[in-house]
């Protein structure tokens, strides 16, 4: 067990629809990131939140959207889903410092959109 | 801008055989490198990690890999494989100065023949 807390576990939905993902980072942790894993992308970085603030963005769609909060649990907000979008969501935290520290990751949101 | 090559999306080796996972990286800064494993429907769990100092670098499970910059490589081994060992294994990068995200290889996935 990382730490890392992801809910929900699974998630279907339809097309054009919206859902949140949500992240709980370990204790102390105050770096969020955003990861997903497809077959035909592999696992890319999305987005990266740092005691609030956004702090890198990578891959991440215009239709993706998050946010973390003063108690430093994050949201990944993904609307208008597409067939494409079904994927493993992986959030992961780490601890601060002067450099990419050990990122600890959730077990993970596997969305299907239908 | 960095990128990470593992060689052989399957490998299968023998039970009591040596693991040998490939990866090469690309990096126009020096780098952090990370093997990270996926066991089947989990999250990713870090093996080990290169930051500065000692090359050859001890992880979790008995597993090992070396940073040899003059070949842009950090390969990952173990002496002998158990079935246990049987998994999807990432390699990564992120920068020592800089964006803090984790660029991932496509994975290896690793069977274990018994």
């Known amino acids: 067990d990382s730490g890392v807390t992801q809910t929900p576990k699974h998630l279907i939905t339809a097309t054009g629809q919206r859902v949140t993902l949500r992240c709980s980072p370990r204790?102390?942790?105050?770096?969020v990131y955003w990861y997903q894993q497809s077959l035909d992308q592999g696992l890319q970085f999305l987005i990266q939140?740092?005691?609030?603030?956004?702090?890198a963005k990578g891959n991440i769609l215009e239709r993706f959207s998050a946010q973390q909060f003063p108690d430093l649990h994050s949201e990944l907000n993904l609307s208008s889903l597409e067939l494409g979008d079904s994927a493993l969501y992986f959030c992961a935290s780490s601890t601060p410092g002067g450099g990419p520290d050990t990122q600890y990751f959730g077990p993970g949101t596997r969305l299907t959109v239908l | 801008a960095q990128s990470v090559t593992q060689l052989g999306s399957h490998v299968s080796v023998s039970e009591g055989a040596l693991v040998l996972l490939r990866c090469n990286y690309s990096s126009s800064v020096p780098p952090y490198l990370f093997w990270y494993v996926q066991y089947p429907n989990q999250g990713l769990q870090l093996l080990l990690k290169?930051?500065?100092?000692?090359?050859l670098v001890k992880g979790i499970n008995g597993f090992e890999a070396e940073f040899k910059k003059s070949e842009t490589s950090f390969h990952l081994t173990k002496p002998s494989a158990h079935m246990s060992d049987a998994a999807e294994y990432f390699c990564?990068?992120?920068?020592?100065?800089?964006?803090?995200?984790?660029?991932f290889g496509t994975g290896t996935r690793l069977t274990i023949i018994p």
């Open positions: 990564a990068v992120s920068a020592v100065f800089g964006n803090e995200k984790l660029t």
């Open positions: 204790s102390g942790d105050l770096s």
């Open positions: 939140y740092y005691n609030g603030e956004e702090r």
């Open positions: 290169y930051t500065t100092g000692a090359t």
